[in-house]
């Protein structure tokens, strides 16, 4: 009986034990019954990575540096044509434009054999209306003064000199042409047309202080004149001009002193030096300022 009890007993035990591993294997720890849950990571810091890469690319051309800019070779040559980045026009407009230029120099003349020349100065003014970039019609006065000897004498040698004042006054009309347009800083030029000088001949101040008052031999030449010469421009304006003018003579006419036939010693010189200088050539280097408008 006693044994029997105990095997019972062993059993009870042995299905007790069973009993709670079985419950043991459903008892909820917090995952068995429900899915995990899983966190997501978050796109802040993608996104933030995406804004910096994209604002860099995007960033402004004006906020980044740019290189100086270095001026042409053909600035020195040309002049701007385009508005500047003040808004001011510097293309030129089109149409007439007037030309004002003063100018001085020397004078003299050119093959003449009977005098000795030593050119004083010469001054004068031209007037022109630009018709085109390279073309231009103008008009010009000029005023010389050249001093001469009394005429050579082949046998004796040349007599003194700087012993008459030769006093030329020229008017002048023709045209002139560039080769090199407006926007060009050094334009070279050629040009052609006639002219009318009314020169007078005299003692000069030293031997008319001498002699007392005479007068004049006057001489009237009309001439064809050419000339080269070049612009170079300081603005679009104003510009620097250098020109050498040679005066031909087309034909003269004098008018003598007062009994000239009969005329001796100083002044029989002064009618033979005025009889070669009214058939002499004359030229005429110069340099000037002119102005545009």
Request: charged share 15%; aromatic share 10%.
């Amino acid at each position: 009986m006693v044994q029997f009890l105990g095997v019972i007993a062993a059993l009870l035990l042995i299905s007790f034990h069973g009993a709670n591993s079985a419950q043991a294997e459903t008892w909820d720890l917090g995952y068995t019954n429900s899915s995990p849950e899983v966190e997501e990571i978050p796109d802040t810091i993608s996104d933030e990575k995406a804004n910096i890469i994209e604002t860099a690319d995007l960033a402004p051309e004006e906020d980044q540096e740019k290189p100086p800019i270095r001026p042409s070779s053909s600035s020195i040559t040309k002049i701007s044509t385009a508005q500047n980045t003040f808004g001011v026009e510097t293309v030129e407009k089109p149409g007439l434009k007037l030309f004002l230029s003063p100018f001085a120099g020397l004078s003299s003349i050119l093959g003449n054999g009977t005098v000795d020349v030593t050119p004083q100065y010469a001054f004068g003014g031209k007037v022109g209306l630009l018709i085109s970039d390279n073309m231009m019609v103008e008009g010009g006065y000029t005023y010389s003064l050249i001093n001469t000897s009394a005429p050579i004498n082949f046998l004796m040698g040349s007599a003194s000199t700087n012993m008459f004042d030769l006093k030329q006054n020229s008017f002048d009309a023709g045209a002139k042409f560039f080769f090199l347009g407006r926007e060009s800083r050094f334009r070279p030029f050629i040009g052609g047309g006639l002219a009318f000088s009314n020169s007078t001949l005299n003692f000069t101040p030293t031997y008319s202080s001498m002699l007392g008052m005479t007068d004049d031999y006057k001489i009237k030449q009309f001439q064809g004149i050419g000339q080269l010469g070049a612009e170079i421009a300081i603005t679009r304006g104003i510009v620097a001009t250098a020109a050498f003018r040679f005066n031909g003579i087309l034909s003269s006419s004098v008018q003598s002193i007062k009994n000239a036939s009969s005329a001796t010693g100083l002044e029989a010189n002064k009618v033979q030096a005025g009889e070669s200088l009214s058939r002499s050539a004359s030229y005429t280097g110069s340099v000037g300022v002119g102005v545009y408008f």
